[in-house]
């Protein structure tokens, strides 16, 4: 297979986003019950749209390109929420944000529906955990146009974190994103759209989330833009002994250290924090070059 070009630039709706530098996603909860920052957006037991947009124009000010906004709970063990649940709580936020930051708003879903509806709102960004795996998913993403981003997870949620087991975890994860690039494609969605993502975290134990970071640049290397998700999660537990909300050094060191590594997108809670160590990073590479 010909590996194509690494793409400086990507459409999303109305907006260009360049891969001139590394580009911080901000993550925007709409679960009530996030690991990391659980609820922080809820007035009265509802998502809030404008704390959602006070906390998104704060990532943005902070050096956030993409806004990631997310009303399904992921964490391991988290059960499943329904559809119009989830759609409850991301349409109003993505409705509020779009338009009104000056930023991409990505919607973090597997649900058809809410691609569809999202995509109308001004949503300019999908990022799927299960790779556009539910039925109706391709079609629907495709139909919007958008860029997507494609997740590798081993299992589902309630139950990856139990017994993860590969053989080769960078020759499975690679085969999988491989067959899902081939299957968007298949479905008219050209590949020109497509994000890669191993899914840290995602039905990995700390040793298989080690390898994926040490041989990132093998993925990197299908010439698709890699976004990585390491920030705040339980391998930095497992590691530091840290809990959650003492994470942000470490989820720091690997925004870095997978950018080194070829991760062109990095999808963080912190962002100012992440935004400072990247302009480290670029002010080394300008005596470097
Ligand atoms: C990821 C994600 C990730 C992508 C979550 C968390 C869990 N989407 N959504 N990659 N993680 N693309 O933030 O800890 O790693 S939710």
Redesign the pocket.
Known sequence: MAVTQRRSALQCADRLLSFQAPVIMG?L?TTPD???DGGRLYTDGRPDPDAALDAASAMVNAGAAII?V?GE???PGAEPVSVQAEMDRVLPVVERLAGSVDAIISV?TSSPALMCEAAALGAGML???RALMREGALEAARDTGLPI?L?HMQGSPSTMQSAPRYGDVVDEVLTFLRARVAASEAAGISRDRLLL?P????GKSVAHNLRLLAHLSRLAGEGLPL???????SLIGALTGRDVHERLPASVALALLAVQRGASVV?V?DVAATADALAMLAALETVES
Not at 199 to 202: A, L, M, P, Q, V
Not at 227 to 233: F, P, T
């Open positions: 993550v909860n996030s690991f990391s990631d997310g709970s992921t964490r973090d990022n799927d955990v981003c997740m993502d899914g840290f975290g995602f976004l990585v998700g390491l920030s705040r999660k999808r809670h």
